[in-house]
């Protein structure tokens, strides 16, 4: 980790404080397999939907019909699990940013798989760049696995569980910076 440090600098890992929950699941599943831009320009148009509106509450969303949420370009799964978002943020299932910080990582995880079209690994993301939680370790994040190769020089992906228990056993309690500087170290070596 030293050399990374040296390498990269220090961390300018920021939450966005303003996201909730609810809109950044929403955000997330929109990305899923999707390049950025192509998923930034469906949410784009998807927001435009709701004019004055920095982002639509989840009564608008359920509120809004089929075609129009398909002609953002969303899929019909994706379309699928946007709505199971809105009407488990409408029912308090998906807690709102402030009771979200009162729960742990693993209540949050536990909580939030329960949606569709959210695992484990989304879930992380948003701990990590919407709550702001220091102590989160993708291990079965592409760009960290690859991190650790290129800076271990390794012929081989290393497997996600004995990444987690490195990472558990050296890292702890900043397993988040760690992964911010493995993603720099993949980033650098591209």
């Known amino acids: 980790m030293k ?3 040296l390498a990269h600098g220090p961390c300018d890992l920021k939450a966005e404080a303003k996201r909730s929950p609810y809109e950044a699941l929403v955000s997330a599943v929109a990305h899923q397999q ?27 969303v359920l509120e809004l019909d089929e075609a129009a949420l398909r002609s953002c ?3 019909l799964s994706k379309l699928t699990s946007i709505r ?31 949606v569709r079209g959210v695992g484990r690994w989304t879930v992380q993301m948003l701990l990590i760049f919407t709550l702001g939680r220091g102590d989160v370790f993708p291990s079965d994040d592409y760009g960290v696995r690859n991190g650790w190769r290129v800076t271990k020089k390794l012929a081989e992906m290393p497997k996600p569980k004995k990444l987690q228990a490195h ?5 702890k309690p900043h397993r988040t910076l760690a992964a911010w500087y493995l993603w720099r170290a993949a980033d650098a070596s591209k």
């Open 73 to 75: 370009g969303f899929s």
């Open 84 to 114: 199971d978002i809105a009407a488990k943020a409408a029912s308090g299932h998906i807690p709102t940013r402030a009771a979200a910080m009162k729960l742990s990582d693993e209540e949050l995880i536990e909580r939030l798989v329960e």
């Open 34 to 60: 999707l390049h950025a831009n192509a998923a930034e320009a469906i949410l784009k148009r998807f927001k435009a939907l709701f004019p004055g509106t920095r982002f639509p509450t989840p009564a608008q």
């Open 167 to 171: 990472a558990d056993k050296k890292w």
């Open 3 to 5: 050399r990374l440090i």
